[in-house]
Nanobody
Framework: QVQLVESGGGLVQAGGSLRLSCAAS????????MGWFRQAPGKEREFVAA????????YYANSVKGRFTISRDNAKNTVYLHMNSLKPEDTAVYYC?????????????????WGQGTQVTVSS
């Protein structure tokens, strides 16, 4: 089992930045793909970004490309999401997830473990 705990969410003005963290425990996740998803009220959960086990491959939704950066520190069993130039439409609960396949998949159903989420609110 893997437990994931997200942190770093909060309220920020449009144009601002936040850094989300996701700490994994229970077992090492260094060989797994890690992903970030988000869910806004009344909407389905959507893919935001993913990173391969080595960190050498990163993948982004078109809506965040160029503004968000995903990274990981395998020594700390932690993945990060650096969010810049935030927009009101980025407002959502952000979740991190583990995909044991190690493949760069974007479908939420492909991920095996999920955190509880952290709220990000961007005011205009």
């Amino acid at each position: 089992q893997v437990q994931l705990v997200e942190s770093g969410g909060g309220l920020v003005q449009a144009g601002g930045s936040l850094r989300l963290s996701c700490a994994a425990s229970g077992r090492t996740v260094s060989s797994y793909t890690m992903g970030w998803f988000r869910q806004a009220p009344g909407k389905e959960r959507e893919f935001v970004a993913a990173i391969s086990w080595s960190g050498g491959g990163t993948y982004y939704a078109n809506s965040v490309k160029g503004r968000f950066t995903i990274s990981r520190d395998n020594a700390k069993n932690t993945v990060y999401l650096h969010m810049n130039s935030l927009k009101p439409e980025d407002t959502a609960v952000y979740y991190c997830a583990v995909d044991r396949s190690g493949l760069p998949r974007v479908a939420a159903g492909s991920y095996d473990y999920w955190g509880q989420g952290t709220q990000v609110t961007v005011s205009s």
